[in-house]
């Protein structure tokens, strides 16, 4: 099952993909929470359950138009650089012996169809497609083979960098240069974990104005989800709606000759297999 936020003339309201179409899950029960966080965080999330009330919802007539994050508010989103051999390969660095993690403010967090905005104090904003793992339960030094009753599920995502930030400002901006507003779209759905059978076999793919720009496969990954989840929860304790970017493959616009970079008007498109397609266009800053 897929669900989504979305937005209808009445407020906020969650939609489920059920068999072969689309349901609005609210409809069927007042009481369930009316944003896929909350749902998962008040223990609405189990599969079955979530099957059982589609069979009592409203069906919708198409895929709503008005598509919000499906993760609104994480309380941690935690990213992987150089966790695919390409891309560190492209980038002229060592393939990393520990997973690099990093760190973006929640509120770069931008919906499926949203304006990325190009801040007016970067001139390299660079795209990068990546898995997005979304924590389903609450754990500490959870075992590597324990990781996955952890997750929830998976989503599109879009690190997007701002590089004259990240690597050019004295000592390094990492948080900073990745954390500008909409710097982090999400979506365009979250699709349960058990709709994913191996999440370390996807193919994954950028695209800018149609152009394929990333091309890759997650069994590239240097560290595959299992492996993260069990290496960050040593350290702080991963809870219900916290995100994890699991990395980006090569083709980001940096490592090109030249170099390309983000412009209004672009358009940008993230597709992992079995998830789905995750579209932001670009805007320059009001």
């Not at 007016?120 to 660079?126: A, E, F, P």
Request: charged share 20%; hydrophobic share 40%; with cysteine.
């Amino acid at each position: 099952m897929r669900l989504l936020n979305y937005r209808t003339s009445h407020g906020p309201s969650v939609a489920g993909y059920f068999k072969s179409y689309w349901v609005d899950l609210c409809s069927a029960d007042p009481n369930l929470p009316s944003n896929v966080q909350d749902i998962l965080t008040e223990g609405y999330g189990d599969p079955k359950e979530l099957a059982a009330r589609a069979e009592g919802a409203a069906v919708l007539e198409q895929l709503p138009s008005r598509i919000l994050p499906p993760i609104p508010r994480p309380g941690k989103i935690l990213c992987v650089g150089l966790n695919y051999r390409e891309h560190a390969k492209e980038t002229g660095q060592k393939i990393p012996s520990e997973p690099l993690i990093f760190s973006k403010l929640g509120s770069a967090i931008l919906g499926h169809n949203a304006e990325i905005v190009l801040p007016d104090v970067s001139r390299q904003i660079d795209y990068e497609a990546e898995l997005v793992v979304v924590i389903g339960k609450r754990g500490r030094s959870i075992p590597a083979e324990q990781a996955w009753q952890h997750i929830a599920g998976y989503c599109c995502g879009n690190d997007v960098s701002a590089r004259d930030w990240q690597k050019g400002k004295p000592g390094g901006q990492w948080l900073l240069g990745k954390s500008f507003d909409t710097f982090a779209p999400l979506g365009p759905w979250l699709v349960l974990a058990e709709a994913v059978a191996a999440p370390d076999n996807l193919a994954i793919e950028c695209r800018v104005n149609g152009k394929t720009m990333q091309v890759s496969n997650t069994k590239d990954l240097i560290f595959p989800v299992d492996r993260l989840i069990a290496y960050i929860s040593q350290v702080c304790t991963l809870e219900v709606g916290d995100l994890l970017f699991t990395g980006t493959p090569p083709g980001v616009g940096a490592a090109r000759k030249p170099p390309l970079f983000l412009a209004p008007g672009d358009r940008v498109e993230v597709e992992i297999e079995q998830i789905g397609v995750l579209a932001n266009s670009v805007v320059a800053p009001e």
